[in-house]
């Protein structure tokens, strides 16, 4: 039978391995087997996932979450501040492929839903959402697609050519495999040659661009 103390340090290990938690918030108890949770953290989904990684320890069977939810001065935020709260956390958070995460927020409950290209960044947008203060739980509803990337640059040159000179006989094409991104074609000017370079150089997943693009005489 497992002893109290290696269920204790199992539940340390697991919560030390959860990207939402930082292991000083949580205190961890274990009487008889059943493992007690304690402490305050700043948002409902961080103490979920307080209680998801005691459950995944070895020999855990029973948790008791007596984890408190901070309350925020002056009352829970609106929906429109979490939102806005939501989208700078994103932003800041390029692996999340923020541009490609939508969200629905209704009463601090927050639905996530888009394409991204990876496992990697369909997780960490979740994580990001879920540490937002006034969250109180994330549904990721986001999908896994690894062409999300190619017409995430495809998107990107389309809006740039419609901001910039006429439409011209033929248009950039663009393919881009593993992170490699090839782009040839006529473009109307030089300053459109440097925003198509930038914008792709910006994009999450691009890590290498080769370009073949002409500036077509006037």
Same mark, same amino acid.
């Given at each position: ?17 959860? !990207? *939402? ?10 009487? %008889? #087997?059943? @493992?007690? +949770?304690? $402490? &305050? =953290? ?51 958070? !390029? *692996? ?10 209704? %009463? #601090?409950? @927050?639905? +996530?839903? $888009? &394409? =991204? ?102």
């Amino acid at each position: 039978m497992t002893s109290d103390w290696d269920i204790r340090e199992a539940v340390l290990s697991e919560l030390a391995w959860e !990207p *939402a938690v930082k292991e000083s918030q949580i205190g961890v108890q274990v009487v %008889d #087997g059943v @493992v007690i +949770l304690g $402490g &305050v =953290v700043p948002t409902a989904a961080i103490a979920a996932a307080a209680r998801s990684a005691a459950h995944r320890a070895p020999g855990v069977q029973d948790v008791l979450s007596q984890v408190s939810v901070a309350s925020v001065p002056g009352g829970m935020p609106d929906d429109l501040t979490i939102a806005r709260r939501i989208r700078r956390a994103l932003l800041a958070a !390029p *692996a999340a492929e923020p541009e490609l995460v939508r969200t629905t927020i209704s %009463d #601090g409950i @927050v639905s +996530l839903t $888009g &394409v =991204v290209h990876s496992d990697g960044a369909r997780r960490t947008a979740c994580e990001v959402v879920g540490q937002v203060a006034g969250v109180k739980a994330v549904h990721n509803g986001l999908a896994v697609d690894p062409r999300a990337a190619r017409l995430v640059v495809e998107d990107a040159v389309n809006r740039i050519l419609g901001r910039h000179a006429p439409a011209l006989v033929g248009s950039p094409q663009v393919s881009i495999e593993a992170g490699r991104v090839h782009i040839a074609g006529p473009v109307a000017s030089a300053e459109d040659r440097r925003a198509i370079l930038a914008a792709l150089r910006a994009l999450p997943g691009v890590d290498a661009i080769e370009e073949q693009l002409v500036v077509s005489a006037a």
